[in-house]
């Protein structure tokens, strides 16, 4: 069974420091994807990051980073330099190719200023 | 930059009524989904849709439930006596191929009283 598990319900941190929130995942699929949806307050969906599992190197947008252990099936979110304005719930998400998502309950970032 | 849109935005109905969700996938996209998002709760898969079938759906996606692509843009999700626990966000997305990410909507909140 595809699963994903998000074992942090919330998580705080304050401003201009960094955070890691935690994703493991199970499957038995060697080529899949793996994404970060930051969901703010209006509910809208919003793509953070995305992961190929065949890609060895961690994949990064700006002040966001993965880590990415696909031996461990994990695929934990750093955010450096946290801002305000990356307080929402963050919802880690796993894909096989042609497939659907299977999304990870959800943390709740609090960014304190 | 091409988006996913949905409309109504929120849609309020009483138990028992018939609801449509609209969806205007990317206009490039051959797969698109439906997703359902109960307050506090994970995004769950709802249907996914490609060569004008459904290719997958999930238990929730019960007879109450159906989709259709009328006119070749627009992608609806049918909903023929809403009940209480209907009450979500819905969220259409839609992809390339089966191979990118999938790109969602804004969602739309229906509530049912």
């Known amino acids: 069974a595809q699963t994903v598990t998000q074992s942090q319900p919330e998580m705080s941190v304050q401003e201009a420091e960094t955070v890691t929130l935690s994703c493991t995942y199970d499957?038995?699929?060697?080529?899949?994807?793996l994404f970060w949806y930051k969901q703010p307050p209006s509910r809208q969906m919003i793509l953070v990051i995305r992961?190929?599992?065949?890609?060895?190197q961690n994949a990064t947008e700006n002040r966001f980073s993965v880590n990415f252990q696909k031996a461990a099936k994990s695929f934990s979110l750093k955010i450096s330099d946290s801002q305000l304005g990356d307080a929402a719930m963050y919802f880690c998400?796993?894909?096989?190719?042609?497939?659907?998502?299977?999304f990870g309950t959800g943390t709740s970032l609090t960014v304190i200023p | 930059e091409p988006e996913v849109t949905q409309t109504p935005s929120h849609q309020v109905t009483q138990m028992g009524q018939e609801v449509i969700l609209r969806c205007v996938p990317i206009?490039?996209?051959?797969?698109f989904y439906w997703y359902r998002q109960i307050l506090g709760q994970k995004v769950e898969f709802l249907v996914s849709?490609?060569?004008?079938?459904?290719?997958?759906k999930s238990e929730i996606f019960d007879d109450q439930f159906s989709v259709e692509r009328p006119d070749g843009s627009n992608f609806t999700l049918k909903i023929r006596s809403t009940k209480l626990e209907d009450s979500a966000m819905y969220f259409c997305?839609?992809?390339?191929?089966?191979?990118?990410?999938?790109?969602f909507g804004p969602g739309t909140r229906l509530t049912v009283l």
């Open positions: 499957t038995s699929e060697s080529d899949y994807y």
């Open positions: 997305a839609s992809r390339e191929t089966a191979y990118n990410e999938q790109f």
């Open positions: 206009s490039n996209h051959l797969y």
């Open positions: 998400a796993y894909c096989p190719p042609g497939n659907q998502f299977y």
């Open positions: 992961q190929e599992a065949y890609k060895q």
């Open positions: 849709f490609y060569n004008n079938e459904i290719s997958e």
